[in-house]
Structure formats: structure tokens, C-alpha cells
């Protein structure tokens, strides 16, 4: 199982967009793909109509170890994809981690039973420094990080980015590595901007930074993102084909693109991915 925790020091910069419509993606590409909300404010949850509600949720998983899949996860109308719920309505969990010995760990101690029924586990986070924050990274294997171009002006982005991975670091004398952290160009205005300068720009500011990769896919900005959400539908069901005139490419490719480029072992799976949701036959519900 593959674990993603997607992760800003910023907020409003596309996290929860690309939890959703990456796990889409996966799910229609034949992937078992578990969605973990760990936002307060439970905007992935609400992102895909439910075909069943499970009676807990988030905060029962990391609270009390509830680890009953009936009790935990729910099933969204999209196949193959699932979702534990954010239910920590009071707020509560960050405290409640920050005070336990194993805090930070727990997430990483549940992984072994989620492990046998997903190929792709992808975790929303809140955009501010939190111990969730840090749990949901210390579990993962790879952090994904949106930046839009306009956080690349600033100069937080760097000291911000580079403080998570530091505070960290500690536990490689628990056998825990920091994951590599991927920074994913997003809302790249197709006219107005160059995306090519603007990647340039970030690895510069990134230079010499062992574990931080930007990477060759970006986002542009489309209504298609905005329009998939209202709708409860992955981008790429929505948006399949390049609209005639525009330079960006279809939702479709660029979520292609990205998935290839994060899991390359996948690639001719989601090579079969096509807008109705049936992969073409990319050999649905078998283990990568
Ligand atoms: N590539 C894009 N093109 C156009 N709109 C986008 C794109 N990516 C995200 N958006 C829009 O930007 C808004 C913020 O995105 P999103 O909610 O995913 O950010 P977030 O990082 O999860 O925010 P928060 O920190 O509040 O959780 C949403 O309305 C979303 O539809
Ligand atoms: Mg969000």
C-alpha cells in the first residue's frame, strides 16, 4: 500500500482538490483507494456523494483504535474508492495526540490493517502546522505538496516547508525516515504565467535540499476543478477532452500525468484511464 499524505503549511492551495481527484483517478484505473480526511473542516469528505456512511469515522480511528472497517469506512458512489469521515467536529484529536506518548505514531501503527485492502491510501490534511499534521507524515511514504505561484514570492515557503522536515527528523532514531516530499506546481494560469519559469524558480529556491523534488507535472488553473467539485465527480470525468483554443491540456492528461509521475509501477494502468469512469478494462479490483 501506497501512503500519501498531502500536505501545505498554506492553506487554500489545492490540497483537498487533489486528494480527490488523484484517488478518482487511481480508483477508476482499477486501484483500491482509501481516503483519510484529516481536516476539521470536513471539505473532502463532502466532496463525493456517499453509497454508504459508515457510523464513525476519523476521530473513533485515531481516539479510540477502532479498527473495524464496517464501523470506519465509508463507500463513495465512485468504485473503489473509499473514505474514513472527518467527525472531529470540537477539534479535539489535536490536543488528544499532542498528550499521548504515541501521538505521532498512531497513524503509522493502524497502517498494517488498512495495508491488505488498498492499493493507495491518501491523506487530506489541514493547512497550518499541527501534530496531525506531522502523524499523517510520519505514516506516509511520499508528502505531496501544492504550491501555487503566488506562495512562491513569498518567503515563507521555504522556511515553512523546511521546518516540517526538520521537526521530524528526530524520529530516524525510531528507524523512521522522513519521506521524500514532492512539490506539486498548481493554478498555474495558463496565459498570464509560465509554468516552465515558475518550476525553474522552485528549484532554485529548493537547491541542495536533499528529499525535496518539484515536480515535471503541473496543474493548471481550469474552471474544470471547481466544476468537478460542485459536481462530485473527478476532474477527469469531467473534463476528458482538450477544449478547442485553450493551451492547457484536458483534466484527463494532466491527472495522468500526475499519477504516472508519482507511481511510475502504475503507469500502464492509468495509460487505460479514460473519461467514463470504466478504465477500458484496466483490470478492475486486482492487487497492483
Ligand atoms: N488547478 C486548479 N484550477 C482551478 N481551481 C482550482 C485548482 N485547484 C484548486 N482549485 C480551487 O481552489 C479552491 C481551493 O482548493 P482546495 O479546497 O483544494 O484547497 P485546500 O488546500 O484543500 O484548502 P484548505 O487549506 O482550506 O483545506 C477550490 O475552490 C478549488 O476548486
Ligand atoms: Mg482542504
Known amino acids: 500500500m501506497q501512503v500519501v499524505s498531502i500536505i501545505s503549511t498554506k492553506g487554500g492551495v489545492g490540497k483537498t482538490t487533489t486528494a480527490a481527484n488523484l484517488g478518482g483517478f487511481a480508483a477508476d484505473a482499477g486501484l483500491r483507494v482509501l481516503l483519510l480526511d484529516l481536516d476539521v473542516q470536513p471539505t473532502l469528505s463532502s466532496y463525493f456523494t456517499l453509497a454508504a456512511r459508515a457510523p464513525a469515522g476519523i476521530y473513533e480511528m485515531l481516539a479510540y483504535n477502532e479498527q473495524r472497517p464496517e464501523q470506519l469506512v465509508s463507500h463513495t458512489v465512485i468504485e473503489r474508492l473509499d473514505l474514513v469521515l472527518s467527525n472531529d467536529d470540537r477539534g479535539e484529536l489535536n490536543t488528544l495526540l499532542l498528550h499521548a506518548p504515541d501521538g505521532r505514531l498512531r497513524l503509522r501503527h493502524l497502517l498494517p490493517t488498512l495495508a491488505p485492502r488498498y492499493d493507495l491510501l491518501l491523506i487530506d490534511t489541514q493547512g497550518a502546522r499541527s501534530v496531525l499534521l506531522e502523524m499523517a507524515v510520519l505514516a506516509s511514504n511520499l508528502a505531496l505538496s501544492p504550491v501555487t505561484p503566488e506562495i512562491l514570492a513569498a518567503r515563507e515557503l521555504r522556511r515553512g516547508t523546511l521546518q516540517l522536515i526538520e521537526d521530524i527528523a528526530p524520529y530516524r532514531h525510531l528507524g523512521i525516515e522522513p519521506p521524500p516530499l514532492h512539490l506539486l506546481i498548481n493554478r498555474v494560469h495558463p496565459v498570464s504565467s509560465n509554468a516552465r519559469l515558475i518550476q525553474r524558480a522552485l528549484r532554485q529556491v529548493f537547491q541542495g535540499q536533499s528529499g ?56 500502464e494502468r492509468f495509460a487505460l484511464v479514460n473519461g467514463r469512469g470504466d478504465a477500458g478494462g484496466a483490470g478492475h479490483g486486482q492487487r497492483a
Open 212 to 267: 525535496v523534488r518539484v515536480l515535471d507535472t503541473d496543474v493548471p488553473a481550469i474552471e474544470a476543478y471547481p466544476r468537478a467539485a460542485t459536481r462530485g465527480l473527478p476532474v477527469h470525468r469531467v473534463e476528458y477532452r482538450q477544449p478547442a483554443g485553450r493551451a492547457a491540456p484536458a483534466a484527463l492528461d494532466t491527472m495522468r500525468a500526475l499519477a504516472s509521475e508519482l507511481f511510475p509501477a502504475w503507469q
